[in-house]
């Protein structure tokens, strides 16, 4: 009986651990964002890295029009990373995906923004759900340390 239940706890344990991992979706790197008139290359660069650090994003390098970053920036990364580079000049920014580790990405995923009837696209980066979320959440930063 001892063995039974131990047995049906494991099972349940890992039916619910099995459920929450591999949940992905198509990838969206956020828009292209302009920034007001009187900002500088300058501030826009410190608005980026302001946000990444608010965001605990890890700075992997930091070179003249461009900031690649990873997350998490803790001791997470020894699980999963995401790797997104913010492209920058005086009047606008763009996050992108570059790569990732642990997140389940994978080309050729089903995509239902896809109009025809045959939802499987190829060329899709399908990856863990929560990868949109940290870029949108990092651009959404960036948006309001410019306008602050």
Not at 25 to 39: D, F, G, M, R
Not at 69 to 98: M, N, Q, W
Request: aromatic share 6%; proline share 4%; with cysteine.
């Amino acid at each position: 009986m001892k063995g039974l239940r131990l047995f049906c706890a494991a099972a349940l344990a890992s039916s619910l651990l099995l459920t929450g991992c591999g949940v992905t979706t198509p990838l969206v790197n956020p828009q292209e964002q302009s920034a007001p008139a009187q900002i500088t290359q300058s501030q826009m660069h410190n608005a980026i890295i302001r946000a990444a650090q608010l965001r605990k994003w890890r700075i992997v390098s930091d070179q003249p029009g461009v900031v690649t970053l990873a997350y998490p920036g803790s001791a997470k990364a020894i699980h999963f990373e995401a790797i997104v580079k913010v492209t920058y000049d005086a009047r606008r920014y763009k996050v992108s995906y570059v790569s990732s580790r642990g997140l389940d990405e994978k080309k050729g995923c089903v995509n239902p923004e896809l109009k025809s009837k045959n939802k499987y696209d190829e060329n899709a980066i399908c990856i863990h759900r929560n990868v949109n979320r940290w870029m949108n959440n990092l651009n959404a930063d960036i948006l309001d340390a410019l306008y602050r």
